[in-house]
């Protein structure tokens, strides 16, 4: 059974840093492309990064780029988002996504996958 365990999401000032992280199981996450999606109250879902199995292709939204970054550890079976300068727009439950694709996987329909969100707050 495939689990994806989000966390890392919590309060933050305007201007602050936060690490998501993604647990993942019951996959062969090398063999995967990760992504992360995000939704905010009264809005769909949008893509934010997505990084490719070995890591070496990373894409990102024009909002975050810049101000994201996302890695993974083919080790601990784990994708992170560090996310840098936040702001109140970027506020939004973090999705993780796993795809058995390789490409810039924008949308949510080409993942297999998803976790169930954490939930991060940007106050201004």
């Known amino acids: 059974q495939v689990q994806l365990v989000e966390s890392g999401g919590r309060l933050v000032q305007a201007g602050g840093s936060l690490r998501l992280s993604c647990a993942a199981s019951g996959l062969t996450f090398s063999r995967y492309t990760m992504g992360w999606f995000r939704q905010a109250p009264g809005k769909e879902r949008e893509f934010v990064a997505v990084?490719?199995?070995?890591?070496?292709?990373?894409y990102y939204a024009d909002t975050v780029k810049g101000r994201f970054t996302i890695s993974r550890d083919n080790v601990k079976n784990t994708v992170y988002l560090q996310m840098n300068n936040l702001e109140p727009e970027d506020t939004a439950v973090y999705y993780c996504?796993?795809?058995?694709?390789?490409?810039?996987?924008?949308?949510?329909?080409?993942?297999?996958?998803w976790g169930q969100g954490t939930q991060v707050t940007v106050s201004s």
């Open positions: 996504a796993a795809s058995v694709r390789v490409g810039p996987l924008r949308s949510g329909l080409e993942y297999d996958y």
């Open positions: 990084i490719w199995p070995s890591g070496g292709t990373r």
